[in-house]
């Protein structure tokens, strides 16, 4: 994966189940594989469900962080009409 071509990078995530703060291991995987991001521009988003939404958007942010990233935007998705009405905004 050639992430470093884009100037500005969006994650999307979900926990691994209603009751986890946790992120899927290939976010980091992904994230790792794509060498070269640090400084890179980007926002952090998690659909939202369960009670520890708030967990693991802070855990997202930490895992791409750590790779260098600047953040810049972070939200929770709320739905797909949600989610295409936050996309049109990206970058801007």
Do not use: C, T
Not at 2 to 21: D, H, N, R, T
Not at 51 to 56: T, Y
Not at 63 to 69: A, D, L, N, Q, V
Request: charged residues 20%; hydrophobic residues 45%; positive net charge.
């Amino acid at each position: 994966m050639k992430l470093p071509a884009y100037e500005y990078i969006a994650v999307v995530a979900q926990p691994l189940s209603v009751f986890s703060g946790k992120i899927p291991d290939v976010v980091s995987k992904a994230l790792s594989a794509g060498s070269s991001l640090s400084g890179k521009k980007s926002a952090a988003f998690i659909k939202k469900s369960g009670l520890f939404s708030n967990r693991a958007l802070s855990n997202l942010m930490k895992i791409m962080e750590k790779e260098g990233m600047f953040i810049n935007w972070s939200e929770f998705l709320l739905n797909a009409p949600h989610a295409e009405a936050l996309g049109k905004h990206i970058g801007a």
